[in-house]
């Protein structure tokens, strides 16, 4: 039964990540990755690392693609003049792609683990946190000061000087009293 | 056989889940109908059947019989798809919610994070609509409320994290079992400020007045769904009130005790101790519709940029300072809550 699910959720995913680089239009392509989210939420439920898979969702799906689709709607792309270049880039884009397989491969070739011949039992969301804020508190901390400063490069980036711009401040607004605004002429 | 067994038994059971569930929705609309009425002094509905108690019936079946139209150029297979993709999520989210101490389709350890993935993924109808109907009032619509919808998820992700916390545990069974004692000891006190952001920001999640420029009827005629008519429509507004009832459940087991006496812990305890819990239950989530239904009658609706200023210039930073303090708390187990 499992192995039918899990073969059912990787054909799923593999053709909504198939999908992904070769649809037309940029918003389907953002909606299959979704989809290929959800297969591999699902397929982290088959292992029973039921965080990974519902972080997966609420993270990527819930988040960060929604954020994607809000950008893609809004730019209104037109995709083929972004396609012109694919011949000219072929070259570079074949080298990287190689590259990026080769050092997958090294990385999962030597990859010894043996499968784990048992999967979790009990709340694998305690065991995470447990392990992560103590053996591995300091790659946590670094991943955690890297986003900050993206974050905050974010902003600079974006973030440019109100010079002639009005703006309201609330905190004005809030202290404004009725003698500021009204006089009385005659009671 | 066994599998076919227990198959058909989860079915049984989420048909006992979905049924009253969907005539609730049906009856919140007649409620929200009447209460805003009596509100502003009006009588509301009361033309079909006896005090217009069929109104909800004869709203589904004009809405059946009404012709779906599909706008031209619009993309037809999103367009279908997306008020189902809206309601599934809603409906989806009460496979782990704990009607009463036992009661409960699937008791997962997750179960706070499913609801969040859930609640998460509820926003893509909103997108996927706006987007397919390629039309302008419904593409400005999708945008203010997926903005709004990922504003506000963080502030009541937070509220949450506060709640998880308290509970130490995930499991929605857990978290209503950790808040028995009495009336104070449910979380609602030590949490106060969460609950406050909690139930805020439900709102906004549901696109409800007084957050409801996604909709916002007198500026961009209806949002995401002008363009949708019929049977589709109703799923719309199907989903607005089954995510209604949903947060009110979340609130009630988070907040306010689950299925928990208010009793317990009083001389009255064994005076109601006949009572069912799953009664308690839904008299808690009543109320809080009822507070929705209110809110609703009482403000006018927000600007758009005070809404984006409240979720993260006030709510956020309101959830992340009581975080530190439940921190605190904890660790000086502090009764009567913490010990």
Same mark, same amino acid.
């Given at each position: 039964?499992?192995?039918?699910?899990?073969?059912?959720?990787?054909?799923?995913?593999?053709?909504?990540?198939?999908?992904?680089?070769?649809?037309?239009?940029?918003?389907?392509?953002?909606?299959?990755?979704?989809?290929?989210?959800?297969?591999?939420?699902?397929?982290?439920?088959?292992?029973?690392?039921?965080?990974?898979?519902?972080?997966?969702?609420?993270?990527?799906?819930?988040?960060?693609?929604?954020?994607?689709?809000?950008?893609?709607?809004?730019?209104?792309?037109?995709?083929?003049?972004?396609?012109?270049?694919?011949?000219?880039?072929?070259?570079?884009?074949?080298?990287?792609?190689?590259?990026?397989?080769?050092?997958?491969?090294?990385?999962?070739?030597?990859?010894?683990?043996?499968?784990?011949?048992?999967?979790?039992?009990?709340?694998?969301?305690?065991?995470?946190?447990?392990?992560?804020?103590?053996?591995?508190?300091?790659?946590?901390?670094?991943?955690?000061?890297?986003?900050?400063?993206?974050?905050?490069?974010?902003?600079?980036?974006?973030?440019?000087?109100?010079?002639?711009?009005?703006?309201?401040?609330?905190?004005?607004?809030?202290?404004?009293?009725?003698?500021?605004?009204?006089?009385?002429?005659?009671? | 056989?066994?599998?076919?067994?227990?198959?058909?038994?989860?079915?049984?059971?989420?048909?006992?889940?979905?049924?009253?569930?969907?005539?609730?929705?049906?009856?919140?609309?007649?409620?929200?109908?009447?209460?805003?009425?009596?509100?502003?002094?009006?009588?509301?509905?009361?033309?079909?059947?006896?005090?217009?108690?069929?109104?909800?019936?004869?709203?589904?079946?004009?809405?059946?019989?009404?012709? =779906? %139209?599909?706008?031209?150029? $619009?993309?037809? &297979?999103?367009? !279908?798809?997306?008020? @189902?993709?809206?309601?599934?999520?809603? /409906?989806?989210?009460?496979?782990?919610?704990?009607?009463?101490?036992?009661?409960?389709?699937?008791?997962?350890?997750?179960?706070?994070?499913?609801?969040?993935?859930?609640?998460?993924?509820?926003?893509?109808?909103?997108?996927?609509?706006?987007?397919?109907?390629?039309?302008?009032?419904?593409?400005?619509?999708?945008?203010?409320?997926?903005?709004? =919808? %990922?504003?506000?998820?963080? $502030?009541?992700? &937070?509220?949450? !994290?506060?709640?998880? @916390?308290?509970?130490?545990?995930?499991? /929605?069974?857990?978290?209503?079992?950790?808040?028995?004692?009495?009336?104070?000891?449910?979380?609602?006190?030590?949490?106060?400020?969460?609950?406050?952001?909690?139930?805020?920001?439900?709102?906004?999640?549901?696109?409800?007045?007084?957050?409801?420029?996604?909709?916002?009827?007198?500026?961009?005629?209806?949002?995401?769904?002008?363009?949708?008519?019929?049977?589709?429509?109703?799923?719309?507004?199907?989903?607005?009130?089954?995510?209604?009832?949903?947060?009110?459940?979340?609130?009630?087991?988070?907040?306010?005790?689950?299925?928990?006496?208010?009793?317990?812990?009083?001389?009255?305890?064994?005076?109601?101790?006949?009572?069912?819990?799953?009664?308690?239950?839904?008299?808690?989530?009543?109320?809080?519709?009822?507070?929705?239904?209110?809110?609703?009658?009482?403000?006018?609706?927000?600007?758009?940029?005070?809404?984006?200023?409240?979720?993260?210039?006030?709510?956020?930073?309101?959830?992340?300072?009581?975080?530190?303090?439940?921190?605190?708390?904890?660790?000086?187990?502090?009764?009567?809550?913490?010990?």
């Amino acid at each position: 039964m499992i192995k039918i699910t899990f073969y059912l959720f990787s054909l799923i995913l593999i053709f909504a990540a198939s999908r992904v680089i070769t649809i037309k239009n940029p918003v389907h392509a953002a909606l299959f990755l979704v989809l290929a989210f959800f297969s591999s939420a699902a397929i982290w439920l088959i292992l029973q690392a039921e965080f990974l898979a519902m972080v997966l969702i609420l993270v990527y799906v819930g988040a960060v693609m929604v954020l994607f689709l809000f950008v893609l709607m809004m730019l209104n792309v037109n995709f083929d003049t972004l396609r012109e270049g694919f011949v000219r880039h072929l070259p570079l884009a074949a080298f990287v792609g190689a590259v990026i397989l080769l050092e997958m491969v090294l990385v999962v070739g030597t990859w010894h683990h043996a499968l784990p011949t048992e999967v979790a039992t009990g709340s694998n969301t305690a065991a995470l946190g447990s392990v992560l804020y103590t053996e591995y508190v300091y790659p946590f901390e670094i991943a955690a000061a890297i986003l900050l400063v993206a974050m905050i490069a974010a902003i600079a980036l974006t973030m440019r000087p109100h010079t002639r711009s009005k703006y309201q401040k609330p905190e004005q607004q809030v202290r404004v009293r009725r003698e500021d605004r009204i006089r009385i002429i005659k009671d | 056989m066994d599998t076919l067994i227990y198959l058909i038994l989860t079915l049984l059971k989420i048909v006992v889940i979905l049924v009253p569930l969907l005539l609730s929705v049906a009856y919140l609309t007649y409620l929200e109908r009447k209460v805003i009425g009596y509100m502003q002094v009006r009588i509301g509905p009361n033309r079909v059947g006896p005090r217009g108690w069929l109104q909800p019936i004869a709203d589904f079946v004009k809405l059946a019989f009404k012709e =779906i %139209i599909i706008p031209t150029k $619009a993309n037809r &297979f999103l367009f !279908v798809i997306a008020p @189902m993709l809206v309601l599934a999520p809603a /409906l989806a989210a009460w496979a782990v919610i704990p009607f009463a101490d036992g009661w409960v389709l699937a008791n997962i350890d997750a179960g706070l994070l499913y609801i969040l993935a859930m609640t998460s993924v509820g926003v893509y109808g909103v997108l996927i609509a706006g987007w397919a109907s390629n039309s302008k009032y419904a593409l400005l619509g999708t945008l203010r409320s997926a903005a709004q =919808i %990922i504003s506000y998820e963080i $502030a009541m992700g &937070f509220a949450l !994290v506060g709640v998880l @916390m308290a509970a130490g545990s995930l499991n /929605l069974s857990a978290i209503v079992s950790a808040q028995s004692g009495s009336l104070l000891t449910w979380y609602w006190l030590p949490l106060l400020p969460l609950f406050m952001v909690y139930l805020i920001s439900g709102i906004a999640e549901t696109n409800r007045a007084p957050f409801d420029v996604a909709e916002g009827e007198s500026e961009i005629v209806a949002g995401f769904h002008v363009e949708y008519s019929g049977l589709l429509f109703a799923i719309f507004f199907l989903a607005e009130y089954a995510n209604m009832i949903l947060i009110a459940a979340l609130t009630v087991i988070m907040f306010l005790g689950g299925w928990l006496s208010p009793f317990q812990g009083t001389f009255l305890e064994a005076a109601f101790a006949w009572v069912p819990g799953i009664f308690w239950f839904l008299l808690k989530i009543s109320v809080i519709l009822f507070s929705f239904l209110w809110l609703r009658a009482t403000f006018p609706r927000y600007r758009y940029d005070q809404i984006m200023r409240l979720g993260w210039k006030v709510f956020i930073p309101i959830t992340l300072v009581w975080i530190v303090v439940i921190g605190i708390a904890i660790l000086a187990k502090l009764p009567p809550w913490f010990n």
